[in-house]
């Protein structure tokens, strides 16, 4: 089954039967003009600026040469090899291990949220929208509040001084790693919990039924049952999580500032650093086609897992 | 309880009222902090008080002084509202003509559509900006610091993930309908007027919102293509932070007020169209 059906289950009861989609297309009548509109806007908006950015990572562009950019210097692969001596490796190092802390700590605990809102009881709706809250409030917000929150006077260490903990310093040093990662955590578990609360209702009520006539306890029949239904989704789930986490500028500027510390600097905090305030753009496009580079290889995993295409015609091509 | 329902029981009850209570803790913990302390007083937030000594509005009002946030609510609102028209209608065509027909490229454009929300947006912004800047010197026009620019910007976004929620949609609406209008003659136009837009509207409602709220959510790209008459709602917030820290008396208590203004329309939409936005989220993975 492919994924889509199952995040959308709501559509997929719609679905033409294969007999309804023989019928469908005439393929002598189809008014592709219908795309230009958005097709000339995306070619516009999407890929002049991204062929663009592959420019300027082999030209010396910066504040001097901006104003005439088609006049810049040619230096062919002298950013790569530049970016690599500014600190991209670690970057990179941080980026990833920061996204992959963030997606394992986020998995047991959207799974738990889906498992504890799936049977029905009296205010469950109250909880679902409850889960819903990190998720649906602006990860600027979010970092602002935490921001304040973790000043070395504010409210998480006063409420550790009670405790008789020093909480320290969260926002610099070394620290500030983690509490990137804490907060990430906070805010984005419940994308988890909606995948895999839409898994979770995609079992049928059937296999609830044959396990209850069997008799297993509940916990060999979450292990053995439940779970590996979860296991698809939730992967492809945790693909979608990690490039969210990696792409994640809002988090790590609003809570660190820019520069960000040398222990949250990720890549998106990297390239814009180095583009607008130290205003080397070259050097800047090549990280940030590193960091596509990065991107790549679990977003082709997404894509192939993915089933894109309902369209038979389509598929075909 | 019915036998059924017993069935399909996944965790036994004190495991369940545990997490249940754990889970909403964690989440409720801070958001209750966020909520007192812009109740509070600025003096009572910096003496680290969790429960106000004296509750009072005054944060919700002394903020609109303290810091520009309606110029910043307005700007958004308008970029934003552009943004979701203009997206949800062109990606509600595009989608249209991806799902009902086959032609060269189709898949490729799918492909596309999906793996650009994933491009990280610096990657993006920084050729936007070259285009930008030098438009004043090629072209004449200045384009940094404008709200035109900045929805151009944010369209780059919300097009594509605009159009995917579209092709989520449509391709799981039945064709009867059009196939039927166009036995009668109806031209693609008519159909697509008449027939796919009224029946798909809350799809594209939710595309449109998506489109918002990608925008809204932003800072990236506003922090780097407004000035201060232009800067949106989440720049202001974010530079009002920012200039707080090492003062003499951080106003903690009005960036929390300000904090809450800047997530009540996303929450407020979010309450209006909980059940269809929710099988969004699900969808692209766009927050």
């Not at chain 1, 963030?102 to 109250?126: C, D, E, K, S, W």
């Not at chain 2, 189709?106 to 993006?124: A, F, K």
């Amino acid at each position: 089954m492919g994924v889509n059906s199952t995040l959308t289950p709501e559509v997929r009861t719609a679905k033409p039967t294969p007999q309804r989609r023989r019928r469908g297309v005439t393929e002598r009548q189809r008014p592709l003009w219908l795309l230009t509109p958005g097709g000339v806007l995306m070619v516009l908006v999407i890929l002049i600026p991204l062929v663009l950015a592959l420019w300027i990572s082999a030209i010396d562009l910066d504040q001097y040469t901006l104003r005439r950019w088609i006049e810049a210097p040619f230096i062919g692969l002298d950013n790569y090899v530049e970016s690599v001596g500014s600190g991209l490796l670690h970057s990179v190092w941080i980026s990833v291990s920061f996204a992959v802390l963030a997606t394992v700590a986020t998995v047991p605990i959207g799974i738990a949220a889906a498992l504890v809102t799936q049977n029905p009881y009296r205010g469950r709706a109250i909880v679902r929208a409850v889960f819903l809250i990190p998720y649906v409030l602006p990860s600027f917000v979010v970092a602002t509040v935490w921001r304040t929150m973790l000043q070395p006077d504010g409210i998480v260490n006063a409420t550790l001084a009670k405790a008789g903990v020093d909480g320290g310093l969260w926002l610099s040093g070394p620290k500030s790693y983690w509490t990137l990662v804490l907060v990430e955590i906070w805010a984005a578990w419940p994308f988890i919990y909606l995948m895999a609360l839409a898994a979770l209702q995609s079992v049928d009520i059937e296999v609830h039924e044959a396990s209850a006539v069997d008799g297993v306890t509940w916990w060999s029949k979450l292990r053995r049952v439940i779970l590996p239904y979860l296991r698809g989704p939730v992967l492809l789930a945790c693909l979608l999580a990690t490039l969210n986490h990696i792409n994640n500028f809002t988090l790590p500027f609003v809570l660190f500032g820019a520069p960000a510390p040398d222990d949250v600097n990720v890549m998106p905090m990297l390239v814009y650093v180095t583009s607008f305030q130290s205003l080397r753009f070259g050097l800047s496009a090549a990280m940030a086609v590193v960091s596509l580079i990065l991107i790549a290889i679990p977003l082709f995993a997404y894509l192939r897992a993915v089933r894109l295409d309902v369209h038979e015609e389509g598929a075909r091509r | 309880m019915t036998a059924s329902a017993e069935a399909q029981r996944l965790l036994p009850r004190p495991l369940l009222i545990t997490l249940t209570v754990l889970l909403c803790a964690m989440v409720l913990a801070p958001i209750l902090y966020i909520v007192l302390a812009s109740l509070n007083t600025d003096v009572g937030v910096a003496g680290g008080e969790f429960w106000p000594s004296t509750f009072s509005g005054e944060s919700y009002t002394q903020i609109w002084t303290t810091a520009d946030l309606s110029t910043g609510i307005v700007n958004s609102l308008v970029v934003c509202a552009l943004t979701a028209v203009a997206s949800a209608l062109l990606g509600t065509t595009t989608a249209y003509v991806l799902v009902r027909y086959a032609f060269f490229g189709r898949l490729t454009i799918l492909r596309g559509l999906v793996g650009l929300q994933s491009i990280p947006g610096t990657l993006m912004l920084l050729p936007v900006f070259v285009l930008f800047s030098s438009a004043g010197n090629y072209l004449g026009l200045t384009v940094i610091g404008t709200r035109w620019g900045l929805f151009v910007a944010y369209l780059t976004f919300a097009l594509p993930f605009s159009t995917w929620v579209m092709v989520t949609y449509l391709r799981g609406m039945p064709r009867e309908l059009e196939e039927a209008a166009r036995t009668e003659g109806a031209s693609t136009l008519v159909i697509l007027w008449r027939i796919v837009f009224p029946l798909s509207l809350p799809a594209i409602v939710v595309s449109g919102i998506f489109a918002f709220l990608l925008g809204w959510n932003d800072v990236l790209f506003a922090s780097v293509l407004t000035r201060p008459e232009t800067q949106t709602a989440a720049v202001a917030l974010q530079i009002f932070g920012s200039t707080q820290e090492g003062g003499a008396l951080p106003v903690y208590s009005q960036m929390m007020a300000a904090s809450l203004i800047c997530a009540a329309p996303v929450v407020l939409l979010y309450l209006a169209f909980q059940r269809y936005l929710v099988g969004g989220l699900t969808a692209g993975g766009v927050k």
